[in-house]
């Protein structure tokens, strides 16, 4: 077998059997393989796509290239997984709400690149907590109290992270099977039984539009089934950022009032669909009774607590976080140039707002500031009078704030009239869906 009549056969637009994908994983992560031909196959996989029998024989591959988590000795395992957004802390919310019912969240999470931290950098904006654990402290923490959230792995699915650093400078990242087996090879290496995923669409999505979300959510409810694995998708709104905090620390507080009953309805109601979808899948229930758990979880303080002896367990201080939330930073208000309402937010500009102040990545090797960020005191929908605050920024690292309210700005599309809202959730895809 050789890697350029595999390039070949998928340049003619034939599937490739599991013996075939296997050889060129194999040989790729091993080195065998050279760059230039996978590139070779990438762009002919961008080209002339996959079957799903292939792609998720490429997911099944890459999933088994490193080291696996093995959680067949805990019941309910459960993960999410989300495409990525602005605001986007449900992890936060979701993870404590679906543990505190019975169930396993045992979850690897990345750091972010780009408009905001990923999962684990909002984590670390809380002092002590441990987000690098032994295998054996990850596993014992997650069968006591039923709820990790580490970094991940670098073990984890290595073909996949080989493979996308090739997709990213070769330009063939935009392949729905590429994209599908990526994701959940990952998701499948993490090792639980039931995955649920939050499909972004809009502005501050990689998928714009509901369809393109729709088809990467079916490939991967797709793979997930073909995999042994208990899958469903939500297709949720990312045409205006989740809650009213974008950056670490303050959407750590943001997850801390929702789950001591406060906090925005908009990230209130995508946390409890996403919490109740995964307490459907691993305890099998109706999707009503599975809603009425979580909203019971939420409103009796059950997750709540949850929440504190999961940070506790991993080092963090919540009290000591408090406190240094206290002392504060740089603050500045940007006021409403004109009179009207708010018509639209690109949330991808109020994403990278943020990381001009400090709340992401523009490089890997760049400092997060945990303080950074925004609040959004008016939202898509709200009506403003000229000179209103409409938006609070914070840095402890930028001292002018010019550049990051003009990009916040840029961000803003006004009219004279209320805006119709799109719905948060979608739609829901799973294993019956029509796609």
């Known amino acids: 077998m ?57 997911t099944a591959c890459m999933a088994q290239s490193g080291g696996q988590v093995d959680l067949s000795a805990l019941e309910k395992t459960v993960d999410k997984h989300s495409t990525g957004g602005v605001g986007d802390k449900t992890t936060l919310i979701v993870a404590p709400i679906v543990a505190s019912l019975g169930a396993t969240v045992a979850k690897m999470s990345g750091r972010g690149l780009g408009h905001t931290g990923g999962t684990v950098d909002k984590l670390e904006s809380i002092p002590g907590y441990r987000t690098a654990l032994s295998i054996e402290e990850f596993l014992d923490q997650a069968d006591k109290i039923g709820l990790v959230v580490t970094g991940q792995s670098g073990d984890l699915a290595p073909a996949d992270k080989k493979l996308y650093a090739l997709r990213d400078v070769t330009a063939t990242v935009d392949s729905v099977p590429l994209i599908a087996s990526s994701i959940m090879s990952k998701k499948l290496a993490a090792g639980a039984k039931s995955i649920v995923l939050d499909v972004k669409t809009g502005s501050g999505a990689f998928m714009k539009t509901a369809e393109e979300s729709a088809r990467l959510a079916k490939a991967m409810v797709e793979i997930g089934a073909a995999c042994g694995r208990r899958v469903s998708a939500l297709i949720t709104n990312m045409d205006l950022p989740l809650g009213q905090a974008v950056g670490n620390a303050l959407e750590v507080e943001e997850a801390l009032a929702v789950l001591q009953g406060e906090g925005p309805e908009d990230l209130k109601e995508v946390c409890l669909a996403l919490a109740a979808e995964m307490i459907a899948l691993s305890h099998e229930l109706p999707a009503e009774e599975a809603r009425q758990k979580v909203e019971k979880a939420l409103e009796s303080g059950a997750a ?58 523009a490089r890997k090797e760049d400092l997060i500031d945990p303080a950074a960020g925004l609040i959004l005191l008016k939202k898509t929908g709200d009506g403003v009078q000229k000179g209103e605050p409409i938006a609070k920024l914070f840095s402890a690292t930028v001292k002018d704030f010019g550049q990051a309210e003009k990009c916040y700005l840029e961000g803003l599309e006004w009219a004279d009239q209320k805006p119709t809202l799109l719905p948060l959730i979608l739609r829901k895809i799973g294993v019956e869906s029509d796609g």
């Open 2 to 58: 050789r890697a350029v009549d595999l390039i070949e056969k998928k340049k003619r637009g034939e599937a490739l059997s599991l013996d075939e994908i296997k050889f060129l994983i194999d040989g790729f992560t091993k080195g065998e393989v050279a760059d230039y031909q996978m590139a070779a196959w990438a762009m002919a996989v961008c080209f002339r796509g996959m079957t799903e029998e292939e792609t998720a024989h490429l």
């Open 304 to 361: 709540y607590k949850k929440m504190n002896e999961w940070i506790a367990a991993q080092g963090g201080d919540l009290d000591a976080f408090a406190r240094e939330r206290e002392k504060g930073c740089a603050e500045y208000t940007v006021c409403a140039p004109a009179d009207g309402y708010i018509a639209r937010m690109d949330a991808q500009k109020i994403g990278i707002s943020a990381m001009l102040l400090g709340a992401g990545r």
